[in-house]
């Protein structure tokens, strides 16, 4: 497994920025699927975003499609997610996972195929 840690939270108001990003350990991140997903109290953590290895292939959840970039630097072992056109209903505590997936494919949507998580970054937003 892979450590993860989380930063770029805050707070901003409806239609600014934020860039969230999420540094992991090791050498070997290259190796890793990174994903995105969000948690609000009550709810069940959402995915939001995930992108291969190389950065080549990515994916969106519908909320966010069109607003929100995942990108990564696999020489800064980090991974990123912009997020632009912000609203209220996208507050949540944003966390960074990670898997290896070796030769089982090249991204992962869902919660339980991931292994590795970050404790979690703040985001809120004002309306």
């Known amino acids: 497994q892979v450590q993860l840690v989380e930063s770029g939270g805050g707070l901003v108001q409806a239609g600014g920025s934020l860039r969230l990003s999420c540094a992991a350990s090791g050498r070997t991140f290259s190796r890793y699927t990174m994903g995105w997903f969000r948690q609000v109290p009550g709810k069940e953590r959402e995915f939001v975003a995930t992108?291969?290895?190389?950065?080549?292939?990515?994916a969106y959840g519908d909320s966010v499609k069109g607003r929100f970039t995942i990108s990564r630097d696999n020489t800064k072992n980090t991974v990123y997610l912009q997020m632009n056109s912000l609203k209220p209903e996208d507050t949540a505590v944003y966390y960074c996972?990670?898997?290896?997936?070796?030769?089982?494919?090249?991204?992962?949507?869902?919660?339980?195929?991931?292994?590795?998580w970050g404790q979690g970054t703040q985001v809120t937003v004002s309306s």
């Open positions: 992108i291969s290895r190389s950065g080549g292939i990515t």
């Open positions: 996972a990670a898997v290896d997936l070796g030769w089982r494919g090249n991204i992962r949507t869902k919660l339980n195929e991931y292994d590795s």
